[in-house]
């Protein structure tokens, strides 16, 4: 399987403008790959020091949630090792 570079931002569809009252309308084109549909709520993120926004599907967010927390065990423990390999600790 071949792993995506993380340092890629992703897919460009095109822009969107800001109305009066706050909303934004996504490009066609990125809700039809994205399978976005009108009632889907978002997580709204800024990034870039301000400069953008991330939006995340809420059900997309909550997949991410009990995927980590059911694994949370075996997180923690990557973390601690992690910690001791960068102190140079060890047990």
């Not at 969107?16 to 934004?24: I, N, T």
């Not at 800024?46 to 059911?70: C, D, P, Q, R, W």
């Amino acid at each position: 399987m071949k792993r995506s570079d993380m340092r890629v931002i992703g897919r460009c569809f095109g822009t969107a403008v800001l109305g009066p009252r706050g909303q934004l309308v996504v490009p066609v084109e990125a809700r039809k790959e994205l399978s976005m549909d009108s009632g889907n709520k978002f997580l709204v993120f800024g990034h870039f020091e301000g400069l953008g926004l991330i939006l995340i599907k809420v059900e997309a967010a909550e997949k991410m949630l009990n995927i980590l927390s059911s694994r949370l065990d075996e997180i923690t423990k990557l973390v601690k090792e992690s910690r001791k390999a960068n102190t140079g600790v060890t047990e």
